[in-house]
């Protein structure tokens, strides 16, 4: 069962500019979320798409937005960028009725 | 407001003896908790999980302890190995709201150090 697969991994911006991060979670899952990782901050929720609806959405600012498609897979963007979010960005898929979460191996976004 | 606090950003043991992790929440409506471990450079794993109508949960190496009056839980690993050596997340969330799901509030994090 393939895990949940983030794409880019790596990717340089510099202020100013937008972002779209992709995510594809484990089949058969239909919540993803995102989350913020920065260093002593922990990791940090965003957004959560179940079935193409926000369900769920953490203290970010509207630069911050999300979606997800008829398949599951969501994308996260964030315009206007700021040296601030430079961070790595998570994405994880849940099953029914689990608390776990699955996460991918996250975007690392980097402002200059 | 931090609602799940790890307030030892780091700890280091030696290799065979016992590791404790701590983690304290704020918000007594959480009513599941987990630990999960991250290497750099890959996505946090699932390590192990606690229901709140339990106050204690073992599997293998690792045991969840659950202090729900002292809104504390912590995770010792027995025996600690190299390979331990990561950072551990401790998350709460509110299972019993099926809308939250995806939602996990995490705590800052413990670096952990096992020496060989």
């Known amino acids: 069962k393939a895990g949940v697969t983030q794409t880019p991994r790596y990717l340089i911006k510099t202020r100013g500019q937008q972002v779209t991060l992709s995510c594809s979670p484990i089949?058969?899952?239909?919540?993803v979320s995102w989350y913020q990782q920065t260093p002593g901050q922990g990791l940090q929720f965003l957004f959560e798409y179940f079935s193409e609806t926000q369900r769920n959405k953490g203290n970010f600012p509207g630069r911050f937005s999300g979606r997800q498609f008829s398949n599951s897979r969501s994308e996260m963007n964030v315009s206007t960028l700021e040296l601030g979010d430079s961070a790595l960005y998570l994405c994880?898929?849940?099953?029914?009725?689990?608390?776990?979460?699955?996460f991918g191996e996250g975007s690392r976004l980097t402002v200059l | 407001d931090q609602q799940v606090k790890q307030n030892s950003p780091s700890l280091s043991v030696q290799e065979g003896r016992i590791s404790i992790l701590n983690c304290d929440y704020t918000?007594?409506?959480?009513?599941?908790f987990l630990w999960y471990k991250k290497y750099p450079a890959e996505g946090p794993t699932f390590l192990i999980s606690i229901s709140s109508i339990k106050d204690k949960n073992e599997d293998g190496r690792f045991t969840v302890f659950l202090n729900k009056s002292a809104k504390h839980l912590s995770l010792h690993i027995v025996p600690s190995q190299p390979g331990d050596s990561a950072v551990y997340f401790c998350?709460?969330?509110?299972?019993?709201?099926?809308?939250?799901?995806?939602?996990?509030?995490f705590g800052q994090g413990t670096t952990l150090q096992v020496k060989p």
């Open positions: 998350a709460a969330s509110r299972l019993g709201d099926s809308s939250n799901t995806g939602k996990l509030i």
């Open positions: 994880a898929s849940a099953g029914p009725n689990t608390g776990e979460l699955f």
């Open positions: 918000n007594s409506m959480f009513d599941y």
């Open positions: 089949s058969g899952h239909r919540s």
